[in-house]
């Protein structure tokens, strides 16, 4: 269970890294959202550490990171503005053409990110699981809208 999750961590947050390099060139919203997402990753990189097991759990800690992907998940949306799609975005075209879809993906996250922070605020065993609902909710989103190879 905890090799299968941190592999899933480490599936998940690996391909990212070479990317911060590719966005050098975004400018403003884009710009504002790659950072929000990056932003994510990092808050990601936190609890994912500790449900590895990389450094000792700390329940305050993760809640906090879980707290400001809840946030941010919550802005999402606005950082999409139309026509602001091809490069550098890796925003597919179907972020406009399935507004609703994408708005609900948005909200997914925060729900699920909301969940882990009342997990870890109670310090139930299952917070673990509800990371993995946070990392699906990233994923479900990314399959549909984001480019994941250039
Ligand atoms: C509602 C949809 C959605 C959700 C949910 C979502 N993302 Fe994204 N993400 C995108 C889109 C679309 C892009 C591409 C943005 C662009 O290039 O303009 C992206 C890009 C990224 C990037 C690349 C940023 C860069 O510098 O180019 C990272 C990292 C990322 N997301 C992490 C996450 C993490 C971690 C989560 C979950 C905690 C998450 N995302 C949840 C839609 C989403």
């Keep these: 269970m905890t090799f299968r999750l941190s592999q899933l961590i480490v599936l998940f947050l690996l391909p990212f890294a070479p990317l911060?390099?590719?966005?050098?060139?975004?400018?403003?919203?884009?710009?504002?959202?790659?950072?929000?997402?990056?932003?994510?990753k990092e808050a990601m990189k936190v609890i994912g550490a500790m449900a590895k097991g990389k450094v000792p759990f700390d329940a305050t800690a993760a809640a906090k990171a879980a707290h400001e992907i809840e946030v941010t998940a919550k802005k999402i949306p606005e950082l999409f503005p139309e026509g602001t799609?091809?490069?550098?975005?890796?925003?597919?075209p179907e972020v406009w053409t399935q507004?609703?879809?994408?708005?609900?993906?948005?909200?997914?996250?925060?729900?699920?990110a909301n969940d882990l922070v009342a997990a870890l605020e109670a310090s139930t065993p299952d917070w673990k699981a509800k990371f993995k609902g946070v990392i699906d909710a990233c994923k479900t989103c990314h399959k549909t809208f984001r480019e994941e190879d250039d």
Aim: net charge negative; charged share 35%.
């Design 20 to 40: 911060a390099l590719a966005h050098e060139g975004a400018t403003g919203v884009v710009k504002e959202r790659m950072d929000l997402m990056d932003t994510q």
């Design 99 to 112: 507004w609703d879809k994408f708005t609900k993906d948005a909200e997914a996250l925060g729900v699920a």
């Design 85 to 92: 799609g091809g490069r550098p975005s890796e925003a597919k």
